[in-house]
């Protein structure tokens, strides 16, 4: 199913990532970390359907995406930037498999953070933020999606990595198995895993190694 929506604010979150907030269809609702099927409703572009996550909560009156600009695409995200508040977008039915099984880690790289903001946000308005971790790895400090709001939910528990720069505060690394063997202190809870194609083989591949059960791995399939 198809509903016409329109955009109610834009504002910025990064250099490349803005967020979205749309008018919200009646009864329509979401689990934290799922996702719909996005398009522009001009007509050159209804047809070009993209898949991006829920950021805000079922019980807000407003749907939320948290949207990063790949400019150099041209194409649908580009477009979604130049937009403007009272512009139409058509949203669809929601799916996905990323859902919240328990007390973990949560694995994000770049905009692979997004699945996992309405979970979190969700767990620290319910106060079941205990015994979560995130690794959250960017290029550079400048690419961090809400960083003060997920140290603020995490605290010490938000463990951000940067590959491009070394900065105080910060640790100037890859999540790779060695860090995940000095970080995870225990290979049998859930693992989130978000982020590119390869990232996300890579940290599935390191982390059935290091023990953990593929049914333990969510991650969008």
């Not at 860090?179 to 940290?203: K, N, S, T």
């Amino acid at each position: 199913m198809e509903f016409i929506t329109k955009i109610i604010s834009i504002h910025p979150v990064t250099h490349d990532v803005k967020s979205f907030r749309l008018e919200k269809p009646r009864d329509y609702r979401f689990n934290p970390g799922q996702a719909t099927d996005f398009s522009v409703n001009k007509p050159a572009w209804k047809d070009e359907k993209r898949p991006f996550t829920f950021t805000s909560l079922n019980e807000d009156p407003f749907l939320e995406f948290t949207i990063k600009r790949y400019s150099d695409h041209h194409g649908v995200t580009d477009l979604l930037h130049s937009l403007q508040p009272g512009d139409e977008v058509i949203i669809r039915d929601v799916w996905g498999a990323i859902e919240y099984r328990g007390p973990g880690y949560f694995i994000a790289g770049g905009a692979g953070i997004t699945p996992f903001l309405a979970i979190l946000r969700q767990l620290h308005k319910e106060d079941k933020m205990q015994d979560n971790t995130l690794f959250f790895s960017n290029k550079t400090g400048a690419d961090i999606i809400y960083e003060q709001e997920l140290r603020n939910i995490l605290g010490a528990n938000a463990v951000f990595v940067i590959t491009k720069e070394d900065k105080k505060g910060y640790l100037h690394t890859h999540i790779d198995e060695g860090f995940l063997r000095q970080h995870v202190a225990d290979f049998h809870r859930p693992f989130y895993i978000c982020g590119p194609d390869a990232m996300i083989a890579e940290i599935n591949k390191i982390l059935t190694g290091l023990g953990a059960s593929p049914e333990a791995l969510v991650f969008e399939k």
